[in-house]
């Protein structure tokens, strides 16, 4: 599948789930007018909380499992795992949806955490830069972070089966073409690894020493530091600071919005301004981006600004804040982090798997922890629970990237994370689906409402 291939699928599949919305809302089930009046006051999702008891029994076992490979799995593949929880917490617990959605956040924000604490004190695996590429965390984070208030809102709106949909085909798409990325990715370190043994056979050193040059070895991280200077080199102060106030604009934002009046104007001028905020960072980023970028073109240096491997043209930047909104959108729709989005997309733009992964997991961090905070504020979730399955997924996030950073090492292959991110994007469209088509399916028998919602109405 190729990259315009991918966005055809994705375009033709979302343009045909929207009119079939379109064409449902046109014919609505009269059937049970009780049902629907019913829907349209207290639509899907208003349920009220339902927190099961935290005491040992075989369904907290078995979620602490599901969730300490989910959130291992999710934060070496650098999409969280939030489809996987989700499920398992509605499911298997037995947690309100909401309230799922909310203790999903907090279990990303936990594994993504410790994962960024342990990326920190790791080298870029082949350059002399930070593993995490702030330039692509400052592009994507503001859109992100945009996209998940759209999200939440179009949540509210959407018909249950639409969203179910739309999340099946953008998963199905997303692992199918980060699956064949890594089967393309395994065919180039195999074609490395046998020139790295042609090399072993010639050049050796006056002590008998292996001269392996950096090209043919780009997965081993190099020893040369010692973990702190490592660490204090990963840090970019000043781009931090940046990171950290557009996260605190936005808490502020929505902090203040939700103790408005729903469809105010005043409401609404709230929502107005993360715009500004989001777009302000963005070009901001994007000027930086696109001036060195000409610089360095017009002096013949083809070396990229930042990992990506592209040249910063407006097309490719206008793509980039729509991928950012998207990835946002479908993390507000959904209850995750957005990374669904963002791993596979830093892998196509041409990021190393390694870095893809860093990225990633630094920019969730932000955008779950923004919604921990917001649903800490609205009571949207137990104490004890939270803090059992983040420190759960708190070390599940730490020995994943130990484990698989180490099994790299040893098999040099890096593909394996691209492999783990596909298979943790199908997995949570399976999850996902099965438990959407099935409240579809008892909607359907119930002569539910299948249309779009009112915003303001179904507050």
């Not at 996209?147 to 998963?171: D, K, M």
């Not at 070895?217 to 557009?246: A, G, H």
């Not at 060195?292 to 592209?310: D, F, P, Q």
């Amino acid at each position: 599948m190729t990259t315009r291939g991918f966005v055809v699928y994705l375009l033709s599949g979302f343009s045909i789930a929207v009119l079939s919305v379109l064409y449902l809302s046109k014919y609505p089930d009269h059937s049970n007018p009780l049902l629907n009046n019913t829907l349209l006051q207290y639509p899907i999702g208003s349920e009220s909380k339902d927190w099961p008891e935290l005491r040992f029994s075989w369904r907290i076992v078995l979620a602490t499992v599901i969730g300490f490979f989910g959130s291992a799995f999710g934060t070496v593949g650098g999409v969280g795992g939030g489809g996987i929880f989700v499920p398992m917490l509605t499911l298997i617990v037995g947690f309100d949806t909401k309230s799922a959605a909310a203790l999903s956040k907090c279990m990303i924000m936990g594994a993504s955490a410790s994962s960024v604490w342990y990326n920190l004190r790791v080298p870029h695996p082949c350059r002399e830069v930070p593993i995490i590429d702030y330039d692509l965390a400052l592009l994507f984070q503001p859109m992100l972070m945009l996209g998940i208030t759209v999200g939440v809102a179009l949540s509210v709106v959407f018909p249950y089966w639409l969203i179910t949909v739309l999340i099946i085909i953008l998963f199905m798409g997303t692992s199918s073409r980060s699956f064949f990325k890594g089967i393309e990715m395994w065919k180039e370190e195999t074609i490395l690894k046998k020139e790295m043994t042609q090399q072993r056979e010639t050049f050796v050193n006056s002590r008998g020493e292996l001269l392996i040059d950096a090209e043919y070895d780009p997965l081993v991280p190099r020893e040369e530091k010692t973990p702190m200077e490592i660490l204090r080199f990963n840090v970019r102060w000043k781009r931090l600071l940046v990171l950290l106030l557009v996260w605190v604009c936005f808490l502020l934002l929505q902090v203040i919005k939700n103790d408005m009046e729903v469809c105010s104007a005043w409401y609404w001028l709230i929502f107005c301004i993360q715009f500004p905020v989001a777009l302000g960072v963005f070009g901001y980023e994007c000027v930086m981006l696109y001036k060195e970028s000409k610089k360095r073109r017009s002096t013949g240096n083809t070396e990229s600004v930042c990992e990506a491997t592209l040249e910063w043209t407006p097309l490719q930047l206008a793509f980039c804040a729509l991928c950012g909104i998207l990835g946002g959108t479908v993390g507000g729709l959904l209850g995750s982090g957005g990374g669904f989005i963002l791993g596979p997309l830093l892998l196509e733009i041409g990021v190393i798997p390694q870095v893809a992964s860093a990225t990633a997991t630094f920019v969730m961090m932000f955008s779950s922890s923004l919604s921990v905070v917001e649903f800490y504020l609205l009571k949207r979730f137990p104490i004890p629970y939270a803090l059992y399955l983040m420190a759960v997924s708190i070390l599940a996030g730490f020995w994943g990237q130990f484990f698989i950073r180490k099994l790299i090492t040893f098999l040099r292959r890096a593909s394996l994370i691209v492999f783990i991110l596909s298979a943790v994007i199908f997995a949570s469209a399976l999850t996902m689906g099965v438990i959407g088509i099935e409240t579809s399916i008892v909607m359907i028998q119930n002569h539910e409402f299948m249309g779009f919602l009112g915003f303001c109405s179904s507050q």
